[in-house]
């Protein structure tokens, strides 16, 4: 027998390993979870406002115009242009929202006015990034630091004068119409005004984005779902996202990157300036200068957050959401609640990454993390006013940071683009 004469001995193939992918029953399981966790609070601390209807109802309004600005910034960046000008866009939105309702007495004009008034700001966003080849950065900025004075000389010339208006704001606006489920009213009232494990929690849950909401929500609520069809189930969807990953490719297989790119910054600013519209149309009910207060950047949070995808975007912009309703009900008691909350949120991530994830440092950093935060909750009664106020953006920082590790950006977002580039 000679050495050709004996058998090969062939490498075992690894297996690639499975990409984790998020379920609807996953989801929902997940939000189960959650309220329970909510629902442990409530009892241990009292503060029965973290899951009443009124906290989830404030909750929901303020969710809106961030998930609208961070659904701005991701078809753009999913075309590969970076849209910081998101905040510029929405001042611009909350302007044009007010002008058009009060010029055609309707708010389904000022709605569509708003959404004219964010693309034409990110008209001026295309020109400068897609067709001159200006930095992105540079270009949004621009957009932010133009839409606020633009609309405060609008503001000067138009509102002005007007009874009840002025020149940091605008007379009251006519109201948009709202929908409840009447029937549904009366026992969930009653099953959470008995504070039962649970039960009550998702009452309060139900009864929160069930009665009163603004026909306008249910609008921005539909978008999510219309967007992630148009990009991820659709030629048109596929061709944008290959301007975002990989341009020249798409260029070689006869795509117009350039119009892709500027379809998606304009769809990019219509969604922003509708954030701004919701704002003085629905939150307020009435225009002034600085509404937006960096839900514009926050927004962008919220994206960066959902790891560029729709529903990962929702889900962030409905924590940000939640986490500014807080302070507007019973404030330090609520946010104090929600401390055992992330402590007890900490703690399982802990556990997660050392058992199933076999990182050892980092399940040590977290779980000191988790009883620094729970030590905190455990030794005061209540979180003061100043710190309530700077929970959303204390929210903003902590869950970039625990999600900085997973995330995966387009591949060509922000990089310049050229027609005919080698590269």
Same mark, same amino acid.
Request: charged share 10%.
């Given at each position: 027998?000679?050495?050709?004469?004996?058998?090969?001995?062939?490498?075992?193939?690894?297996?690639?390993?499975?990409?984790?992918?998020?379920?609807?029953?996953?989801?929902?399981?997940?939000?189960?979870?959650?309220?329970?966790?909510?629902?442990?609070?409530?009892?241990?601390?009292?503060?029965?406002?973290?899951?009443?209807?009124?906290?989830?109802?404030?909750?929901?309004?303020?969710?809106?115009?961030?998930?609208?600005?961070?659904?701005?910034?991701?078809?753009?960046?999913?075309?590969?242009?970076?849209?910081?000008?998101?905040?510029?866009?929405?001042?611009?939105?909350?302007?044009?929202?007010?002008?058009?309702?009060?010029?055609?007495?309707?708010?389904?004009?000022?709605?569509?006015?708003?959404?004219?008034?964010?693309?034409?700001?990110?008209?001026i966003h295309a020109v400068a990034t897609v067709t001159f080849g200006v930095d992105h950065i540079i270009s949004g900025v621009a957009i932010n630091i133009v839409g606020v004075g633009f609309t405060q000389y609008l503001s000067q010339l138009v509102f002005n004068g007007m009874p009840g208006g002025g020149t940091k704001n605008s007379p009251p606006l006519p109201k948009l119409?709202?929908?409840?489920?009447?029937?549904?009213?009366?026992?969930?009232?009653?099953?959470?005004?008995?504070?039962?494990?649970?039960?009550?929690?998702?009452?309060?849950?139900?009864?929160?984005?069930?009665?009163?909401?603004?026909?306008?929500?249910?609008?921005?609520?539909?978008?999510?779902?219309?967007?992630?069809?148009?990009?991820?189930?659709?030629?048109?969807?596929?061709?944008?996202?290959?301007?975002?990953?990989?341009?020249?490719?798409?260029?070689?297989?006869?795509?117009? +990157?350039?119009?892709?790119?500027? %379809? #998606? /910054?304009? =769809?990019?600013? !219509?969604?922003?300036?509708?954030? &701004?519209?919701?704002?003085?149309?629905?939150?307020?009910?009435?225009?002034?200068?600085?509404?937006?207060?960096?839900?514009?950047?926050?927004?962008?949070?919220?994206?960066?957050?959902?790891?560029?995808?729709?529903?990962?975007?929702?889900?962030?912009?409905?924590?940000?959401?939640?986490?500014?309703?807080?302070?507007?009900?019973?404030?330090?008691?609520?946010?104090?609640?929600?401390?055992? +909350?992330?402590?007890?949120?900490? %703690? #399982? /991530?802990? =556990?997660?990454? !050392?058992?199933?994830?076999?990182? &050892?440092?980092?399940?040590?950093?977290?779980?000191?993390?988790?009883?620094?935060?729970?030590?905190?909750?455990?030794?005061?009664?209540?979180?003061?006013?100043?710190?309530?106020?700077?929970?959303?953006?204390?929210?903003?920082?902590?869950?970039?940071?625990?999600?900085?590790?997973?995330?995966?950006?387009?591949?060509?977002?922000?990089?310049?683009?050229?027609?005919?580039?080698?590269?």
């Amino acid at each position: 027998m000679t050495a050709t004469d004996l058998p090969v001995e062939r490498p075992v193939e690894t297996p690639p390993a499975r990409r984790f992918r998020l379920s609807a029953p996953m989801l929902l399981l997940g939000l189960a979870g959650l309220v329970v966790l909510l629902s442990v609070a409530r009892l241990v601390t009292g503060a029965n406002d973290i899951t009443s209807a009124g906290t989830v109802s404030a909750a929901l309004g303020l969710a809106v115009p961030i998930g609208l600005a961070g659904l701005g910034g991701l078809w753009s960046e999913r075309a590969g242009v970076v849209n910081i000008g998101l905040e510029g866009m929405m001042v611009l939105g909350t302007w044009f929202g007010a002008w058009g309702a009060l010029q055609f007495h309707s708010p389904w004009a000022g709605v569509l006015a708003g959404a004219i008034g964010g693309a034409l700001g990110a008209a001026i966003h295309a020109v400068a990034t897609v067709t001159f080849g200006v930095d992105h950065i540079i270009s949004g900025v621009a957009i932010n630091i133009v839409g606020v004075g633009f609309t405060q000389y609008l503001s000067q010339l138009v509102f002005n004068g007007m009874p009840g208006g002025g020149t940091k704001n605008s007379p009251p606006l006519p109201k948009l119409g709202t929908v409840s489920l009447g029937f549904l009213d009366d026992p969930l009232r009653t099953v959470e005004a008995t504070h039962w494990f649970v039960l009550s929690d998702f009452a309060g849950l139900l009864r929160g984005i069930t009665q009163g909401v603004s026909w306008f929500t249910i609008l921005a609520i539909l978008l999510v779902p219309l967007s992630f069809y148009v990009l991820w189930r659709t030629p048109f969807g596929l061709r944008l996202r290959a301007c975002g990953e990989r341009p020249v490719a798409a260029e070689s297989l006869g795509v117009n +990157v350039y119009l892709y790119k500027w %379809a #998606a /910054v304009l =769809v990019s600013g !219509l969604l922003a300036g509708l954030g &701004g519209a919701f704002l003085s149309l629905v939150a307020a009910g009435i225009y002034r200068d600085g509404q937006t207060g960096g839900r514009g950047y926050i927004g962008l949070a919220a994206m960066i957050f959902g790891n560029w995808r729709p529903g990962g975007l929702a889900g962030g912009a409905a924590l940000f959401g939640y986490t500014d309703a807080l302070q507007l009900r019973q404030g330090g008691i609520s946010v104090h609640a929600l401390l055992l +909350v992330v402590a007890l949120l900490l %703690a #399982a /991530v802990a =556990v997660y990454q !050392l058992v199933r994830q076999r990182r &050892g440092v980092a399940a040590l950093v977290t779980g000191i993390v988790a009883i620094a935060v729970f030590a905190v909750f455990a030794l005061t009664d209540t979180v003061p006013e100043q710190f309530t106020s700077f929970t959303p953006h204390l929210t903003t920082l902590l869950v970039l940071s625990l999600a900085s590790q997973r995330l995966r950006m387009p591949a060509a977002d922000g990089v310049p683009y050229r027609r005919g580039q080698a590269k």
